[in-house]
């Protein structure tokens, strides 16, 4: 048995450690790459690979080092760590391809609509041209994103309708044949319930663009009216080209725009239904077209990445923007700072102003190139620094206004639209503000012009007379 140990006494000496000593540790394994040639992790192996080789991976892994191919090391380089913040960066020529085959995609599209020849056009198609500019744009990807993949998707949900869903469907009704609202609500059913797609729970959620872009909502089954709206017409269109639906009849997709609800506030947002066309539908309801899905999503983007406070009771952003482009000299407040983004008054910057200018290009172009979205073109533009483009579109905005343009503008449904301002007089009055401020950003964007123009002739800036 072991004896017990007397205690030490307090005038036997003690050894003391010295503040920087350092224990010493056990040598620590690590893995190296297995080189070229070597195969089987033997003493000799290991002993070459931890002279030679380079470490690589988990602890006690071995693999192999595999230089990439080609197309894999152009994809590498190109990505470069030069953007604000460490963004990544590629070339031009690497994102810009993917870019402009989307922009070119959405408007043949929309002209096909406007045009009444665009009947092999796919709504679900030209949503996700959408994402793919944004895509290729935000993320300076040297990878397109894959639109086919979500594409089939669609056709594969329509796929599992028609082989499970209406056979069941005709052999409950003993073999007739299905009518129009019979297939509708069996669609729906596929839609909502077995697959459980759905809108958001409250309006705030709209202004998300994971609840707006196409290939999200197909992967995550969440997603704002006019994005199912569109995924519900690209369902309606497959069936007609399978022969579902019966010759000369059509489908009308409906959606509820945001309205009064009492004390509750304003209406929940519900996903889009369908009726036969020409039959009696609810009074606050409206008819989804290709062209009106695809301005709603690009509208509820635009909304998403609006660096200033939304007005809810006018619909637009505008007033803000355009008051600090003309009186930021005196207040630096809500005006662009580098890669910051927007100064706000209070609390940290939001929005995304290039993104902005995305979906406004956009929206512009599908206008036809006149209305409203070229004065909030101008204006973002020259928060953006481009002064000689934000004048070009303001001046053509207010060429538009006097030939009375925006008495014939349509008013068009909007996911996010709150019917809330009511208040004719303070309507009036920022009506009034937005003007003002408006008119004094043209005579400073003239101004601007009038002296960069002096300047690249050899006169003098009027601030020097």
Not at 417 to 429: F, I, P, Q, R, S
Request: proline share 5%; with cysteine.
């Amino acid at each position: 048995p072991a004896l017990p140990m007397a205690p030490a006494s307090l005038s036997t000496p003690v050894a003391r450690v010295g503040l920087g000593a350092r224990k010493t540790r056990a040598p620590r394994r690590v893995s190296t790459v297995t080189r070229a040639g070597k195969t089987d992790a033997g003493d000799d192996g290991d002993a070459d690979d931890a002279a030679g080789g380079k470490f690589m991976g988990r602890r006690g892994t071995y693999r192999k080092e595999v230089e990439d191919d080609a197309e894999t090391a152009a994809a590498r380089s190109s990505v470069k760590q030069q953007g604000g913040f460490g963004k990544p960066v590629t070339a031009k020529e690497t994102w810009q391809p993917f870019q402009r085959t989307a922009r070119a995609g959405l408007l043949e599209a929309a002209e096909g609509e406007r045009t009444g020849s665009g009947d092999s056009r796919d709504l679900v198609l030209t949503s996700l041209y959408i994402s793919m500019e944004d895509d290729a744009f935000k993320s300076r990807t040297a990878v397109c994103l894959p639109i086919a993949a979500y594409v089939k998707r669609v056709d594969k949900l329509m796929d599992e309708f028609t082989a499970r869903e209406l056979p069941a469907l005709v052999e409950s009704k003993g073999g007739a044949a299905l009518t129009t609202p019979e297939i509708i609500e069996a669609l729906e059913t596929h839609l909502f319930v077995t697959n459980k797609y759905c809108a958001p729970k409250g309006w705030r959620e709209l202004y998300s663009p994971y609840r707006t872009y196409f290939h999200n909502v197909v992967a995550q089954k969440v997603g704002i009216p006019a994005t199912l709206a569109a995924l519900y017409i690209g369902c309606v269109d497959r069936l007609r080209a399978k022969g579902v639906i019966p010759e000369g009849e059509g489908v009308d997709v409906l959606i509820r725009p945001k309205a009064r609800n009492g004390m509750a506030g304003v209406t929940a947002p519900v996903a889009p239904w369908g009726v036969p066309s020409g039959a009696t539908r609810p009074a606050n309801s409206v008819v989804c077209t290709h062209n009106m899905a695809l301005k709603l999503q690009l509208a509820a983007l635009k909304r998403a990445n609006w660096p200033w406070e939304w007005d809810d009771s006018r619909d637009s952003g505008v007033l803000l923007a355009v008051e600090a482009a003309a009186y930021g000299q005196e207040n630096r407040m809500n005006t662009a700072a580098g890669f910051v983004g927007i100064i706000q008054p209070s609390g940290r910057p939001f929005g995304d102003l290039p993104m902005a200018i995305l979906a406004t290009e956009r929206l512009l172009q599908l206008d036809g190139g006149e209305g409203y979205e070229q004065r909030d073109l101008g204006v973002l533009l020259f928060h953006d620094g481009k002064i000689k483009e934000a004048l070009e579109h303001l001046e053509a905005f207010e060429l538009w206004r006097e030939g009375g343009g925006d008495d014939a503008a349509p008013n068009l449904v909007s996911d996010v639209l709150n019917a809330g301002g009511t208040d004719a007089v303070l309507a009036a009055e920022l009506q009034v503000r937005e003007d003002e401020a408006l008119a004094k950003l043209m005579l400073d964007l003239r101004r601007m012009a009038l002296e960069e123009a002096l300047e690249s002739e050899g006169g003098i800036k009027s601030g020097d007379v």
